[in-house]
C-alpha cells in the first residue's frame, strides 16, 4: 500500500520551461490537494480537486494548472516556470472531512 | 490570508517539560487537525477534533478546541528530543472541500 506518490523527488527548470508534477493515491479517497511550501512556511493551498472531475482554486492559483486525470491521479502544471514557483510541492489525498495523507513532496528550483 | 495562525513562532523547552501551541483560526470549521513535519519530509496527521468536540486525547497529546474563540491548543506532555520538528494546524471549512494550514510552530527540544 504506497498511499500518495509523487513524481519526481527533484526538478531544476530553467525560467519559461513548463513541466508536470505527478501525484496517485491509491486509498480510493475522493478529495486530493496540492500545496506549495516555501523555506519556514506554511502549506499554502494552490488547487484541489473534491472529487473526481472537479478542480477548485485555492489560496496561490496563478501560474499552475491542475488535470484530475481520474480518481487517482491529479496533476499540477507549471505552463512558463517562474523563479518564485521554486518550492516544495506536496500532494494530499482525503477522505472527506478527515484527515489529509501527504507524498514526500516535490523539490523544484527555478533558476 | 491563511486560515489557521500558529502561535508561538517558535518553542525551545527541555526534554521532559510540556509543550502548548495555540492556533487561531477565522471562519467556522468542520474540524481542526494537527500535523508534524520533520525537516525535509512530508506532514504526518496527529489528531483530528470535530467542531463538535472540546478536547481529545492521543497517547502524550492533548488537542482542545473553542469554537467561540476560533482557536485550538496543542500540548505534548513529557516532550522528548524526537518531538522537535514543526507542528502545523489545518482547518477544513463548514461545508467545503479546502483544508488551509497555519505558518506552523517549530520545537526544540533539547536532550
Known amino acids: 500500500n504506497a498511499g500518495v506518490t509523487q513524481t519526481p523527488k527533484f526538478q531544476v527548470l530553467k525560467t519559461g520551461q513548463s513541466m508536470t508534477l505527478q501525484c496517485a493515491q491509491d486509498?480510493?479517497?475522493?478529495?486530493m490537494y496540492w500545496y506549495r511550501q516555501d523555506p519556514g512556511m506554511g502549506l499554502r493551498l494552490i488547487y484541489y480537486?473534491?472529487?473526481?472531475?472537479?478542480?477548485d482554486k485555492g489560496e496561490v492559483p496563478n501560474g499552475y494548472n491542475v488535470s484530475r486525470l481520474n480518481k487517482r491521479e491529479f496533476s499540477l502544471r507549471l505552463e512558463s516556470a517562474a523563479p518564485s514557483q521554486t518550492s516544495v510541492y506536496f500532494c494530499?489525498?482525503?477522505?472527506?472531512?478527515?484527515?489529509?495523507?501527504f507524498g514526500q513532496g516535490t523539490r523544484l528550483t527555478v533558476v | 490570508s491563511q486560515q489557521g495562525e500558529e502561535d508561538p513562532q517558535a518553542l525551545s523547552i527541555q526534554e521532559g517539560e510540556n509543550a502548548t501551541m495555540n492556533c487561531s483560526y477565522k471562519t467556522s470549521i468542520n474540524n481542526l487537525q494537527w500535523y508534524r513535519q520533520n525537516s525535509g519530509r512530508g506532514l504526518v496527521h496527529l489528531i483530528l477534533i470535530r467542531s463538535n468536540e472540546r478536547e481529545k486525547h492521543s497517547g502524550r497529546l492533548r488537542v482542545t478546541l473553542d469554537t467561540s474563540k476560533k482557536s485550538s491548543s496543542l500540548l505534548i506532555t513529557a516532550s522528548r528530543a524526537a518531538d522537535t520538528a514543526s507542528y502545523f494546524c489545518a482547518t477544513l471549512n463548514t461545508g467545503g472541500f479546502k483544508t488551509i494550514f497555519g505558518a506552523g510552530t517549530r520545537l526544540f527540544v533539547k536532550a
Open positions: 486509498m480510493n479517497h475522493n478529495s
Open positions: 494530499a489525498s482525503i477522505w472527506t472531512g478527515d484527515e489529509a495523507f
Open positions: 480537486s473534491a472529487s473526481e472531475g472537479t478542480t
